[in-house]
């Protein structure tokens, strides 16, 4: 019952909040301010129909002041509303190609300037990181999720180190986001609703200068090292601290995993 409850809603409180949306972003000629919709307005009543309970913890180490990219796990489909209520800036998530074929949804993204990346060419992929970049030299805020796809058993898989490229070209901070819960409440793919408890984490910003422009790696491994760590502290199951970077092409999995996988038995 609540499987179908949560697919309605989705689906009308959707499609009533984009045109509030846009109607926002013509009224104010500023596409930050569909942003308010998406986070008071749209946000809120997805969680409340999957029955979720959002904890938001280190809420201080957001500055709205300050263009950040911020950096999360990915458990589910809710994380998205939860990380529009849980970090009050008006960031552009960096998102797949895909999505901006998906109604309403897609459409709202693409309208509100939020970063769409095509992962299956590389000059493509590196040409969408390089507008991400302008925004941020012009004040906005980034929200992305390295590790390319939703974790299916809530562990925190490899990164991808591209979005780490991002950070090291813009020099600004990048927050560590660890969210914890919302796996369990809907799992990938999956429309089996479960309510429960969603915690999100915002750690303190890591300092970029600190790295090497080039050492993408490095950065990675601090930011993935911080969010294993709070997955832990929140209840998670953490992640594997030594697979710590995707290979290039493959999402969710990284060398030490595509090793074994290889590996005659």
């Known amino acids: 019952m609540r499987k179908i409850f949560c697919i309605l809603t989705a689906g009308v409180w959707t499609i009533v909040c984009f045109p509030l949306a846009i109607l926002a972003m013509v009224v104010t000629f500023r596409a930050s301010n569909s942003l308010w919709v998406v986070r008071e307005i749209w946000s809120p009543v997805l969680l409340w129909a ?52 998906v109604p309403l949804i897609g459409w709202y993204l693409a309208l509100a300037g939020h970063v769409f990346v095509n992962r299956g060419e590389r000059s493509k992929a590196i040409a969408s990181l390089d507008r991400a970049a302008a925004k941020i030299r012009g004040g906005i805020s980034i929200f992305l999720y390295p590790e390319g796809t ?81 997955s832990l502290s929140l209840g998670g199951k ?16 990284g060398a030490s995993t595509s090793s074994r996988a290889s590996t005659p038995a």
């Not at 915690?199 to 890591?206: A, D, E, Q, S």
């Open 50 to 101: 999957g029955g979720a309970k959002l904890e938001v913890i280190g809420q201080e180490n957001v500055d709205p002041n300050r263009p950040t990219i911020y950096v999360a796990n990915h458990q589910s489909t809710l994380d998205i509303p939860a990380h529009f209520m849980a970090v009050p800036v008006a960031f552009r998530y960096v998102a797949k190609e895909q999505l901006k074929w």
């Open 150 to 230: 939703r974790s299916e058993d809530g562990r925190v898989l490899p990164f991808k180190k591209g979005p780490f490229a991002l950070a090291l070209k813009a020099r600004v901070p990048v927050c560590p986001v660890t969210i914890e819960g919302s796996g369990a409440l809907m799992p990938k793919n999956s429309w089996n609703i479960t309510p429960g408890p969603v915690r999100v984490k915002i750690g303190k910003p890591i300092d970029t200068t600190c790295f090497d422009e080039g050492d993408r790696e490095g950065l990675a491994r601090a930011v993935r090292e911080v969010i294993i760590a709070d």
């Open 238 to 253: 953490g992640g594997d601290p030594e697979d710590a970077v995707a290979v290039a092409g493959r999402e969710g999995v």
